[in-house]
């Protein structure tokens, strides 16, 4: 079975930083592309970074560039999101997503999400 298990969120200031984790079971985590996404409440799902299968290239929304990295480590089957300068916007349950090109779909499985909320 698939399985994505985000770790990492809790309370910051604004301005303070956190890392999540991503851990990775059940297929293959090298042969895909992963992702970040985001909801805040009340919003939809919200991409915020991908990264490709060896980790070469990497993408970002524009809201988040020069304050996030994502990076893997396929030996691990781990992927990780470094958050810097975090914002009272950037306050959203955080999910890892597995690319879904082989399904039809932008993304086929993702975690429950782990708890961001960044609050003075």
């Known amino acids: 079975q698939v399985q994505l298990v985000e770790s990492g969120g809790g309370l910051v200031q604004p301005g303070g930083s956190l890392r999540l984790s991503c851990a990775a079971s059940?297929?293959?985590?090298?042969?895909?592309?992963m992702f970040w996404v985001r909801q805040a409440p009340g919003e939809g799902l919200e991409w915020v970074s991908s990264?490709?299968?060896?980790?070469?290239?990497?993408y970002y929304r524009d809201s988040v560039k020069g304050r996030f990295t994502i990076s893997r480590d396929n030996a691990k089957n781990m992927l990780y999101l470094q958050m810097n300068s975090l914002k009272s916007e950037d306050s959203a349950v955080y999910y890892c997503?597995?690319?879904?090109?082989?399904?039809?779909?932008?993304?086929?499985?993702w975690g429950q999400g782990t708890q961001v909320t960044v609050s003075s």
């Open positions: 997503a597995r690319d879904g090109l082989r399904t039809g779909s932008m993304y086929d499985y």
């Open positions: 059940g297929f293959s985590f090298s042969s895909y592309w």
């Open positions: 990264i490709t299968t060896d980790g070469a290239r990497t």
